[in-house]
């Protein structure tokens, strides 16, 4: 059968960073409660003029380095992004005119911080329908510009960066011994809406709007649907918790990640977690951690790889892939 392999990944990080010292001094919070709360000692923000398509061009080319491969070779672009350069066209098609491609698709998913795994599954689905041979897939945020820079319960947990994974059809057995992507799992709820949405957009107010959630509720809701993800794509796989090298989820909160690696009995030595340095990067937080996990050389060829993420919608999801 036809298996999506992941043939490069890379990643990109602003340069400037925003520590919690720096960002109490803008609103009333402290380093010791955000370390607290959320685990998180600093994130990247972008500088004026720096778009959503320079991150991910940047992550794009990374990737494509990774691969060996030329941006010509590239049938599908997939941007998963909650903050687009503009509110048309797609920033996927930016990234394409910017890497120099002449042909080929390309188009955004939006599923907010779950946008990485709902592009996965879209990657994979076209790959595996044979519509495309090789595809490209960004997450790409700069979610710095969707805060209201007054709200202390909001603005000191999100980061701007960008992530990609080549994706490549390659022949596989049709079992989980196979490279690549085993399974994605989607799902979401738009009833949960209010706990977590931007008060703009052109079809309501004509304005881009800010982000406003219900911390709590987003965080009760968390633990209990990305394990219910994580079940239902091991369970479809025929896999256990035991059998899983790396767990690279969503970086939101330190707590959260405990909290569902307790749940599920993972070894906490067993979860990339780089929320401390990163922030939560919406669609981009997933392919960040694991490029880090990769740098350091934990990720090897070979292991297995356990993605989740949670966003906003709400939208939720799990990937299993075998590196
Ligand atoms: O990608 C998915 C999207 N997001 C998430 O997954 C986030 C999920 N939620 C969370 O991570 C947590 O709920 C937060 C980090 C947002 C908040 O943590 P919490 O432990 O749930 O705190 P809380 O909202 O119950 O607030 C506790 C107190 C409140 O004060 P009072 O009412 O007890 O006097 C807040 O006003 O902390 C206050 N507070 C802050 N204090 C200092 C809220 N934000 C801050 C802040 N600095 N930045």
New binding site residues.
């Given amino acids: 059968m036809i298996r999506s392999l992941v043939i490069g990944s890379g990643a990109y990080l602003p340069e400037t960073v925003l520590t919690n010292t720096e960002?109490?001094r803008r609103?009333?919070?402290?380093d010791e409660?955000?370390r607290e709360?959320?685990g998180i000692r600093e994130r990247r923000v972008v500088r004026d003029g720096e778009m959503t398509s320079h991150l991910a061009v940047q992550a794009a080319r990374a990737a494509l380095a990774d691969a060996a491969l030329d941006a010509g070779e590239i049938d599908l672009v997939v941007v998963a992004t909650t903050t687009p350069d503009e509110t048309f066209p797609a920033t996927a098609t930016t990234v394409q005119a910017r890497l120099g491609m002449s042909r080929g698709a390309a188009f955004d998913v939006q599923a907010?911080?779950s946008g990485f795994i709902y592009g996965l599954a879209v990657a994979d689905n076209f790959i595996k329908a044979g519509q495309a041979r090789t595809v490209l897939l960004i997450g790409a945020e700069t979610m710095s510009r969707l805060m209201d820079w007054t709200d202390?319960?909001?603005?000191?947990?999100f980061g701007d960066g960008a992530g990609a994974f080549v994706l490549q059809a390659g022949e596989g057995h049709g079992t989980n011994a196979d490279r690549g992507v085993l399974n994605t799992k989607l799902f979401s709820d738009g009833r949960l809406h209010d706990l977590?949405y931007v008060d703009g957009g052109p079809s309501s107010t004509r304005t881009t709007g800010y982000l406003r959630?219900q911390?709590?509720?987003?965080?009760r809701h968390?633990v209990t649907n990305i394990a219910a993800a994580i079940e239902a794509s091991l369970a479809e796989a025929g896999l256990t918790i035991a059998d899983i090298d790396w767990f690279i989820p969503?970086q939101?909160?330190q707590?959260?990640l405990d909290g569902t690696a307790r749940r599920l009995g993972i070894p906490p030595e067993r979860v990339v977690s780089t929320v401390a340095v990163h922030g939560?990067t919406?669609s981009a937080?997933v392919p960040l951690a694991l490029a880090t996990a990769l740098a350091d050389g934990r990720v090897k060829p070979g292991d297995l790889v356990l993605l989740e993420?949670?966003?906003?919608g709400f939208t939720w999801g799990a990937a299993l892939l075998r590196w």
């Fill in positions: 960002l109490s609103v009333d919070t402290s409660w955000i709360r959320t907010v911080c202390r319960t909001t603005c000191v947990l977590l959630m911390g709590k509720e987003v965080f968390a969503h939101a909160n707590r959260i939560n919406s937080s993420a949670m966003g906003g």
